[in-house]
């Protein structure tokens, strides 16, 4: 059965009309230039282990991770089928009415707005399921029968995703001289998250959020957006905008993996010959071999600003409705993070702090603060 917009959309004109009608709100719109993000084909890294053969692609990773925090990759392994099956459930999930989203459908993981908006500078023109992987392998109350295909579709992509960002991860590790496994060993397929996002048109979209500027609170991003576009990330402080492309994916850097240091010349011709063994953590890492001393199995790593968590926001236009679906590499929340190389800029923490800090700082501010709360 077909919902009508108007009762599967959130009431964002009726809760916050007036920000629109406030033209002094409106924020100015630039026609915006396209970036060419780098584009890798990672169809090598999949298929073999050796050295020699992965290095181009290893090293395109590694410099896309520096200089752009973003970077789009082909061959990647995940079926075109199992993206447009995933598409199309979430489609039929966000034509729901909305009272139903909101109170009942997939127990808890919607969203919508900012409560907290006191402007429209605060407001997301959107809405959006924020799922935990573990809620859809171990929780079978997590839906009912009615999106049962939708589970089956998130199951099998959170499963793709994951071990696409294994690969992934498994670079980046290594380009700081961590053995491959460091970050994967942190992040199961259960500690990861989908985010469904849903950015309706907006009548007064001159300047309007889809999405606020933010960076992501995770080691990783994948991304899997349709054609209509509004994704823009900030180099070097400007904004770009970034060309859709369905059959690519979109991988982000997120706060946790943000590396590179002071020491990024010296350090790393060094990590490249360093052992790729505990070893160089141990002996390097002031941070990290406390840390280890406590729980050698807890410590997770992160670049001490090497690699960019970049900031991202999504624009939203007057005509279509957008639609993506965004992979989250997460570790366990009592996982700590300390820098690899010293000084560290960072306080280390663990991931369940900082996530309970970027909420007391949605509360407290309307917007995510998220690594400066962090910073030494
Ligand atoms: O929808 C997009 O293009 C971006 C989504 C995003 O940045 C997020 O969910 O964190
Ligand atoms: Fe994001």
């Known amino acids: 059965m077909q919902y009508s917009k108007a009762l599967s959309d959130p009431p964002l004109k009726e809760r916050y009309g007036a920000f629109l009608s406030n033209s002094s709100n409106l924020q100015c719109s630039e026609v915006m230039e396209e970036c060419e993000l780098p584009l890798i084909d990672i169809s090598t890294l999949r298929m073999t282990d050796d050295e020699e053969e992965r290095r ?18 082909i061959n990647h392994g995940i079926r075109s089928e199992l993206l447009k099956e995933m598409r199309k459930e979430q489609q039929r999930l966000f034509a729901k009415p909305f009272e139903e989203k909101s109170s009942k459908i997939l127990k808890g993981t919607y969203s919508w707005g900012n409560p907290m908006a006191k402007s429209l500078t605060q407001l997301p023109w959107s809405e959006n399921f924020l799922v935990p992987l573990k809620m859809i392998i171990e929780d079978q109350e997590w839906c009912s029968l009615e999106f049962s295909s939708l589970r ?37 397929m259960s500690t990861n998250y989908f985010r469904l996002n849903h950015y309706p048109p907006c009548p007064h979209s001159l300047g309007t959020f889809g999405l606020l500027p933010h960076t992501d609170s995770d080691f990783l991003t994948i991304l899997s957006q349709d054609q209509v576009g509004g994704l823009q990330l900030r180099k070097d402080s400007s904004w770009y905008a970034v060309k859709p492309n369905q059959d690519a994916l979109i991988v982000n850097i997120g706060d946790l993996f943000q590396v590179s240091s002071a020491h990024k010349i010296l350090a790393i011709p060094f990590l490249f010959k360093a052992a790729l063994s505990r070893n160089y953590i141990v002996n390097n890492c002031t941070r990290a071999r406390q840390a280890m001393a406590n729980d050698i199995s807890s410590i997770v790593a992160w670049s001490n600003d090497f690699y ?34 010293e000084p560290s800029h960072y306080k280390q923490f663990t991931f369940g702090d900082f996530k309970k800090q970027v909420e007391e700082d949605k509360r407290r501010t309307g917007n995510k603060v998220g690594l400066p709360m962090f910073r030494l």
């Open 56 to 73: 181009p692609c290893a090293s395109a990773i590694a410099k896309a991770a520096t200089e752009w925090g973003f970077f789009i990759v």
């Open 152 to 188: 089956e579709t998130m199951e099998k992509l959170g499963s793709a995703m994951t071990d696409l960002a294994h690969v992934l991860a498994r670079v980046l590790a290594e380009n700081l001289g961590f053995p491959g496994d460091f970050i994967a060993e942190k992040c199961s």
């Open 308 to 341: 960019k968590s970049v900031e991202h926001k999504v624009m939203s236009n007057s005509e279509a409705d957008r639609y993506s679906v965004a992979y989250f590499l997460c570790p366990s929340m009592d996982s700590i993070i300390g820098s690899c190389s």
